[in-house]
């Protein structure tokens, strides 16, 4: 049973960097049919998308955070992992890793999120 | 930028059908998705390719997608339906592209 399980500080200073791993288990994150995504949540509010990286280290970003947003793969520790630039307190929510399902860009398996905070 | 509008909330009272449309620019022109999402949990996708149910959903959810409009149908309605329903398409400037969200109740 493929399991996403996210990982990282749940609390971080406005203008540092938000960073969050997803860790896999249950299947190969090297798989040819999947791509890999991170999607938001604010606090009462609707459902973000990140971005999504492939095994090989493509990536799409939503063209609105692409100049803070970074993602990037670990095939060795089946990982992938979010790197958000100078934060601010709109950038409070609840992050979500999950998988593509093949040949669509629907997300048919998500972790549970990690509620990650920007505060002083 | 692609945008797609739903409504902020949907009733409906048990057995009944409920219907939750998603609005966007030549929606039928792209593949729509939907995701179920109760409080507190992560997303559970229902619906994908418009029509398709991910294996587990139940056959009461079902999909359409025409002209500006997709809609999530869901017949027989259950107290367990009761939920934030999201829409999600893909356009080729926005990528992955979510709707603002319907809560549906269920009463």
């Known amino acids: 049973q493929l399991q996403l399980q996210e990982s990282g500080p749940g609390l971080v200073k406005p203008s540092e960097t938000l960073s969050l791993t997803c860790t896999v288990s249950?299947?190969?994150?090297?798989?040819?049919?999947?791509?890999w995504g991170w999607i938001r949540q604010p606090p009462g509010k609707g459902l973000e998308w990140i971005g999504s990286i492939y095994y090989s280290g493509s990536t799409y970003y939503n063209p609105s955070l692409k100049s803070r947003v970074t993602i990037s793969v670990d095939t060795s520790k089946n990982q992938f992992s979010l790197k958000l630039s100078s934060v601010t307190a709109a950038d409070t929510a609840v992050y979500f890793c999950?998988?593509?399902?093949?040949?669509?860009?629907?997300?048919?398996?998500w972790g549970q999120g990690t509620l990650v905070t920007v505060s002083s | 930028s692609y945008e797609l509008t739903q409504p902020p909330s949907v009733s409906v009272s048990p057995g009944q059908t409920a219907s939750i449309t998603c609005s966007g620019d030549?929606?039928?022109?792209?593949?729509a998705s939907w995701y179920q999402q109760k409080p507190g949990q992560s997303p559970v996708l229902v619906i994908y390719q418009d029509t398709k149910r991910p294996s587990g959903i139940p056959e009461r959810f079902s999909g359409s997608n025409s002209g500006n409009t997709a809609t999530l149908t869901i017949s027989g309605t259950q107290t367990m339906d009761e939920a934030d329903y999201y829409c999600q398409a893909w356009d080729s400037s926005t990528y992955v592209v979510f709707g603002g969200g319907t809560k549906l109740t269920v009463l």
């Open positions: 030549k929606l039928e022109d792209k593949y």
């Open positions: 249950g299947g190969s994150i090297s798989s040819s049919s999947y791509y």
């Open positions: 999950a998988r593509r399902i093949p040949k669509d860009w629907s997300y048919g398996y």
